[in-house]
């Protein structure tokens, strides 16, 4: 008799095929200084995310990593390289992408950011994704 114990991990393919746990949130938060970010982490690891920017005004930057080096203890910021998706006013963008967190910042000096936050969540826990920070396109 087998004492084999499997679990769902990062490349089950079964965790990605089926419908995703749905997790919504939103923010209308002011930010004092152009690039300040907000940071989501997410309970398990994602399927897909929708990020929506309610603000007619001004566009949002989403981001894998924080925007500036050594923030949340990570060594490269996404601003290196331009590792952001600008999302325009009143726009919405949709990536199907596994991660545990998300960083929100702004473009403007004292920008009120107003979003939402649509993820797939599979069954992965958190903990057993790998850290963004030095991945060429992300953090580097």
């Known amino acids: 008799m087998s004492s084999n114990i499997y679990s769902v991990g990062l490349n089950h393919v079964g965790a990605y095929q089926v419908s995703g746990v749905p997790f919504i949130t939103g923010s209308t938060a002011t930010l004092v200084n152009t690039h300040d970010d907000l940071r989501f982490q997410f309970p398990s690891v994602t399927k897909s995310i929708t990020f929506k920017n309610n603000d007619n005004s001004h566009p949002v930057n989403v981001h894998f990593a924080p925007w500036s080096p050594g923030d949340y203890n990570y060594t490269h910021?996404?601003?290196?390289?331009?590792?952001?998706?600008?999302?325009d006013p009143g726009h919405n963008v949709t990536l199907q992408v596994k991660c545990r967190e998300v960083f929100i910042s702004s473009t403007t000096n004292s920008q009120t950011l107003d979003f939402e936050i649509i993820a797939e969540l599979t069954n992965i826990p958190a903990a057993r994704m790998f850290s963004l920070d030095g991945v060429e396109g992300v953090a580097q």
């Open 77 to 87: 910021g996404a601003s290196t390289n331009s590792n952001y998706i600008e999302v």
